[in-house]
């Protein structure tokens, strides 16, 4: 390497060597490995500016629009804007709209923004507000005036229940998503009611613009764009009309029930406190729901721009008797005697009785084993067949089914089960498909039951095994049976219709935005699809005629347990069953289901009081009510029926 | 024997002009006509988008290349013998000038590299190019044949003043270079191989020391070790390094087209238009874009080599030598940290580059080539 000819060469050779390592790097990157590139240079240079879709209306089974989006005047502001002007516009925004720099400050830097659209800074602005900004437009540089949907729940807290609200879409539900695009964080969304279950048809699909932006997340040019398609509108089978005379009877029911004495207790000035309840109608052709409520209720409308945190609290706060629980589906209540359906249909199927067999009820009632320990009925209700029985709700007629019941599952008989198997079979232990979330499945208990609990925890419960006491409780609903109000309506509805069980309905049919409700022929040009009625099986309910005897002499035998809370209500159109649950620790809750008309019921209407003392006093007068308007005929208030009646 | 001499002859007689190398100048004109269009590609949407003159960049450019053509031409017409002579004196005003840079120049982007003249900009440390190679090769060919130690610590001292101050700018892309070229010169010089190899170990060493004890800027050391790894840095230092990567890798064989690249038109890539054009070509006109701006690059490094080899004196040939290590140095280190196997310097690409000093410096390296090319005979 002495030559200048030799160190030329490998001068040359490294010179060629840098070069052909370009060459292989230049390979490398653009023909081997490309690919990765272009998706990162894609990631790059690729945003995607989302459109929300308005959302649909919910409507009435008469087409009257229960929630609807208001289009609300707000005030929107660029972000691009220079921080110097930012600090000038927010100042102006602040006088003009009465909120401080620092709240709007607040809200236009809240990282939920998307920062390639313009941020809403205020809502609800008065025409007024709006306009001055309008006119002093070289005053306010990149902010604009805009009018967006808002929800609205058109009666307030009218069916609270059954609408539901929205509320911002939280981590998991945005984790739920398989579609990228139909939610962004911020986003609301359903959280319960029928916003929650039919989220997906009200929502809509929103819009998605894709632009290629630069560094500096100024837009260079449009790529292409999906527009938005707005949500669907759903309609309801519940009738505004029958919703709002239920949820005032319900809670004129409670009321009245505040103000009179606790019957089961000793004390004279304890009145009852009757907090809470639930009354669900039901249209037994094809188990559609007319009404539902609960009480106490809310209004939906507070969810609109955003809870306040106060509120939020006492929302959550049990003192305040948790109003956005929704109890006619969520609700877990022993049936007591309304559950004598299930007992009586169990007696007859097994043949431990017939419409004819006949007792004594002298309010006691021994099972033959172990007669020193007899459980009590409400009253002696002397000769007592079947019918009789679930008027005046003889405790001991369906003691003694509970008890021949248990001797049998005692032999091995598989007849022995049947008051278990007859629940299942009307529902009860499983949900009933109703579309709301958060629904109970309440509880069927049993010797398998039974045994489970105690494996579990035996020092709890101690006894594994299924006693005859257990199987008594049961056939009038206490013990640990608990059923929730929607099942309880579910079941009547059953032996009302003769047999079919249907889920209960809450939607009819989905229809595209902006539907004419009023209009057959739109109603049928932007039909999405018919909700049909959804058909569980069918019971055999033998005898029905003799339960339908029993149950309409509830309200109409003189000694029927309804009868004076039905005094003076046009005779064959009302029949239905009583039920007043012990519960520990706690007044007696009140139960009625009605059925409207007595001889082929269209209606089942339930109502439910906690602490509202026997159900002839506080439940049934509320379902009266709400039978009168479902008959058409004067509507009167609604009083507590007492002294009780029985139970 | 007799027919070449009276061949010789009669070239002699001829005009220098004659013998120039057309293969020489073919290539920069291609490189600097597709640096123009790239200096476009990367500026003309951030300008319009501002509501300026979409064409101010290449407007200026196409001002640079004319100066730098005339730079060549000039160049051209002094027989490179007298350079020779007069390279003292340019060595001198450049030290001058880099001097002054340090006290009058303009910060940019944390070095003090260049002086504001009108609306133009001038970076002595790219004019230090010319001058230390025609300085150094002088000094080298006086005493050729017998590079002794002491001759060549004396040629490093003459090129360490230079070198010293466009460090002290700092201007570490720039001293890359001149070391590449000063190395080959001394190589080339007949400097012995255990010096070289000292030499090597030397510069390694110095460099080792420099990152440890802080002689280099903090930004200079991030931007030298962030390419090592670019995914974890991407935020600082190594962005350029990924977004440039980003841009080459996306543009794939045959590219996203002209005036269709998305990392170009969103200015992802910063500095594109001017140390980073080569990834505009990278998006834009994919690998065979790249593969011809490499090959048009070979081509010069070619004739170069040839220029030396042909070179009538060793002056010549250590000149010619000394200008293609520079565009061997400047091409792989600028290409290099474009595609991810150099570490981020801030070194304009010959020819392409958005910047007056660097355009003019490349036409004038061309210039002193093709003079000693076409004197061959003289």
Partial sequence: MSTPRIRASVISVIALALFGALFARLWYLQVATTSEFEAAAARNSVQEIIDPAPRGRILDVKGRVLVDNRMANVLTVDRTITDRQQREVLRKLSVRLDRSPKQLKARLDDPRNSPYTPVRIADNLTYEQLQYVAEHRTEFPGVRAATVPVRQYVNGSTAFHVLGYLGEINEAELKAQVDPHAYQLGDKIGKSGVELTYESDLRGRPGVTRVEVDATGRVVRRLDKRPARAGHDVRLTVDLDVQQVTEAALKQGLDAARKVKDPASKDKFRLLNAPAGAAIVLDTTDGSVVSLASEPDFNANEFVNGIRQSTWEWLGDPRNNLPLVDRAVSGMYAPASTFKLVTAIAGLRAGVVDPTTTIVDNARYAYPTD???????????????????????????????????????????????????????????????????????????????????????????????????????????????????????????????????????????????????????????????????????????????????????????????????FAGFPPGLAAGKTGTAQVQGKQNTSWFVGMTPAAQPRYIVLVVVEEGGYGAQTAAPISRAIMEQLNGLPVGAVTNVSPPAGN | MAIIASDRRSRIQESPLRHVDPLLFGPPLILGALGLLMVYASTHRILESEHLDPMFFVKRQIIAIVIGLAAMVGLMMIDYRRLRELSLLGYFATVLMLVAVLKL?????????????????????????????????????????????????????????????????????????????????????????????????????????????????????????????????????????????????????????????????????????????????????????????????????????????????PFGALCCMGVLAMFVAQVFENVGMATGIMPVTGIPLPFMSYGGSSIIVSFACIGLVANVHMRRFS
């Fill in chain 2, 105 to 313: 120049g303009v910060d940019v982007k944390g070095a003090q590299a260049r002086f504001d003249i009108g609306p133009f900009q001038v970076q002595p440390g790219e004019f230090a190019k010319v001058f230390l190679t025609l300085v150094l090769a002088a000094y080298c060919t006086r005493h050729r044949e017998e590079m002794s130690g002491r001759r060549l610590v004396t040629a490093l001292a003459i090129c360490a003043v230079p070198m010293g101050l466009i460090m002290l700018q700092p201007d570490l892309g720039t001293d890359l270079v001149l070391m590449a070229m000063v190395f080959t010169i001394l190589t080339m010089a007949g400097a012995r191989a255990r010096h070289l190899v000292v030499l090597v170990l030397v510069g390694f060493t110095f460099a080792v020391v420099a990152v440890q004890a802080g002689v280099l800027d903090q930004y200079q050391i991030d931007r030298l070790t962030s390419f090592a790894n670019t995914g974890a840095d991407a935020e600082r230092s190594g962005y350029n390094a990924k977004q440039s990567e980003i841009a080459i890798g996306a543009g794939g064989l045959t590219g996203k087209g002209l005036f269709a690249g998305s990392q170009t038109n969103g200015q992802h890539v910063p500095e594109q238009h001017t140390d980073f054009i080569f990834t505009v070509v990278g998006e834009e006109l994919g690998f065979v874009g790249g593969a011809v701006v490499l090959g048009l690059f070979a081509i010069i490094v070619w004739r170069t080599s040839r220029a030396a080899r042909l070179a009538q004196d």
């Fill in chain 1, 371 to 565: 007669p020193d320990h007899p459980f009590k009925g409400e009253g002696a209700n002397g000769k007592v067949d079947l019918p009789r029985a679930l008027a005046v709700s003889s405790d001991v007629y369906f003691y003694r089914i509970g008890g021949e019941l248990f001797a049998r599952q005692k032999r091995g008989d598989p007849t022995g089960t049947a008051l278990q198997d007859t629940a299942r079979e009307l529902g009860f232990g499983a949900a009933t498909g109703i579309a709301l979330p958060t629904e109970s499945v309440g509880r069927v208990p049993d010797a398998a039951w039974k045994q489970a609990i105690h494996d579990k925890n035996p020092a709890a419960f101690p006894y594994p095994e299924w006693l005859p006491g257990d199987n008594i409780l049961s056939s009038i609903g206490q013990g640990d049976m608990l059923v929730t109000p929607v099942q309880m309506a579910s079941a009547y509805m059953t032996l009302a219709d003769g047999g079919t069980r249907y889920s209960p309905r809450l939607a009819d049919a989905v229809f595209r935005a902006g539907v004419d409700a009023g209009n057959a022929k739109d109603l049928a040009a932007k039909k999405v699809r018919d909700l049909a009625p959804i058909k569980l099986g069918t019971v055999d309910i033998p005898q029905r005629d003799a339960l339908m005897a029993g149950f309409t002499g509830v309200v109409e035998n003189p000694k029927g347990t309804a009868t004076a809370a």
